[in-house]
Structure formats: structure tokens, C-alpha cells
């Protein structure tokens, strides 16, 4: 099936530390490894990147110990998968080593015309709206989405990432 929308995620992280700390070091010897089994998934369309392959060295705000990874995929489905059903699950498992706790909403989902590459002021726009207002159709997570505006994935299904989500107890 074409689809005429993809799913677009940022999430966003603080490091504990810089990331030329050694107590990041089993992080950042695991990016490139995710990052490629990212781009090898099925439904994968697009990362946010700079030269090295990986965004963690682009800063978009103030804080140097903030992260951004954005991307975009076929479908909710095929995220989930890569997200809470491949290696990245075991890297995931060792986040509170690496990144603070966070406070408050720190992924966020969105429908993006297919081709279109969304920005990361977007994404920081979509999570700021899904934190002051929970989850719309502008602005959505894993557990509660919403239909792409062509009415694709309308079918509903459920996607709770707390049987897979693991890291933060």
C-alpha cells in the first residue's frame, strides 16, 4: 500500500554527562550500530543526521547535554517494532545510566505528507503541544494516536509500549 502519510518521532534526552565523558562512552560505541539497524528496518524512510551519521552533535538549544533523535517511518507499526522489538530494546534498557529522568513528555508522534522531511523546530513545536495539551491529532504518542489525515492506520490498534518499554524503574 502507498501511503500519502508517514509517521514522523522525535524524542529528546539529557546525557548525564558531555558525551566525550567516559561514563557515556557504551552510548555512544552503540550509535552507529543502531542508528544502521534503524536504517535497515522495514518502513524506515529518514533520520536526522549530520556528517558523522548520527545528530548527537548538532545542539538545537542552549543545553549541550540535550539530545534530539528525530526520524520518520512507514507506519506506527513498523516503529514500534524497531523501537520496542529489535536490539534497540537492550540499548534502551541502560538508558537511566546515560540520560536524566525525564519530567514530562519526551517523545512525540506526528503524520507528515510522504516525501517531506519534517524540521526539528517542528518537532520541538509538536512536543511542546502534546505536553501542554496530551495527546490530538497534531501531536500523539505511541499508547494514543490518532488516523493520519487520509484516514490511514484508522484501524486502531493498540500499541501499548509498557510490556516492551523498560529502562526508567
Same mark, same amino acid.
Given at each position: 500500500?502507498?501511503?500519502?502519510?508517514?509517521?514522523?518521532?522525535?524524542?529528546?534526552?539529557?546525557?548525564?554527562?558531555?558525551?566525550?565523558?567516559?561514563?557515556?562512552?557504551?552510548?555512544?560505541?552503540?550509535?552507529?550500530?543502531?542508528? +544502521?539497524?534503524?536504517?535497515?528496518?522495514? /518502513?524506515?524512510?529518514?533520520?536526522?543526521?549530520?556528517?558523522? +551519521?548520527?545528530?548527537?552533535?548538532?545542539?538545537?538549544?542552549?543545553?549541550?547535554?540535550?539530545?534530539?533523535?528525530?526520524?520518520?517511518?512507514?507506519?506506527?507499526?513498523?516503529?514500534?517494532?524497531?523501537?520496542?522489538?529489535?536490539?534497540?530494546?537492550?540499548?534502551?534498557? &541502560?538508558? &537511566?545510566?546515560? *540520560?536524566?529522568? =525525564?519530567?514530562?513528555?519526551?517523545?512525540?508522534?506526528?503524520?507528515?505528507?510522504? /516525501?517531506?522531511?519534517?524540521?526539528?523546530?517542528?518537532?520541538?513545536?509538536?512536543?511542546?503541544?502534546?505536553?501542554?495539551?496530551? =495527546?490530538?491529532?497534531?501531536?500523539?504518542?505511541?499508547?494514543?494516536? *490518532?488516523?493520519?489525515?487520509?484516514?490511514?492506520?484508522?484501524? +486502531?490498534?493498540?500499541?501499548? =509500549?509498557?510490556?516492551?518499554?523498560?529502562?526508567?524503574?
Amino acid at each position: 500500500m502507498t501511503r500519502t502519510y508517514h509517521l514522523a518521532q522525535m524524542n529528546v534526552a539529557t546525557a548525564r554527562y558531555p558525551l566525550t565523558d567516559s561514563r557515556m562512552r557504551d552510548f555512544v560505541v552503540r550509535l552507529d550500530g543502531i542508528n +544502521g539497524l534503524a536504517e535497515r528496518s522495514p /518502513g524506515f524512510v529518514w533520520r536526522l543526521k549530520d556528517e558523522s +551519521g548520527n545528530a548527537t552533535d548538532i545542539q538545537f538549544t542552549d543545553d549541550p547535554n540535550l539530545i534530539v533523535n528525530m526520524s520518520v517511518w512507514e507506519s506506527p507499526e513498523v516503529l514500534f517494532e524497531f523501537v520496542y522489538r529489535t536490539a534497540h530494546t537492550r540499548v534502551m534498557a &541502560r538508558r &537511566r545510566e546515560w *540520560f536524566e529522568r =525525564p519530567t514530562e513528555a519526551f517523545q512525540v508522534l506526528w503524520w507528515v505528507p510522504a /516525501g517531506r522531511e519534517p524540521t526539528v523546530e517542528e518537532g520541538f513545536a509538536r512536543l511542546s503541544h502534546l505536553r501542554a495539551h496530551g =495527546p490530538t491529532a497534531e501531536a500523539f504518542t505511541f499508547k494514543e494516536r *490518532f488516523p493520519s489525515p487520509a484516514g490511514e492506520d484508522a484501524d +486502531g490498534q493498540e500499541l501499548a =509500549p509498557e510490556p516492551y518499554c523498560v529502562g526508567w524503574s
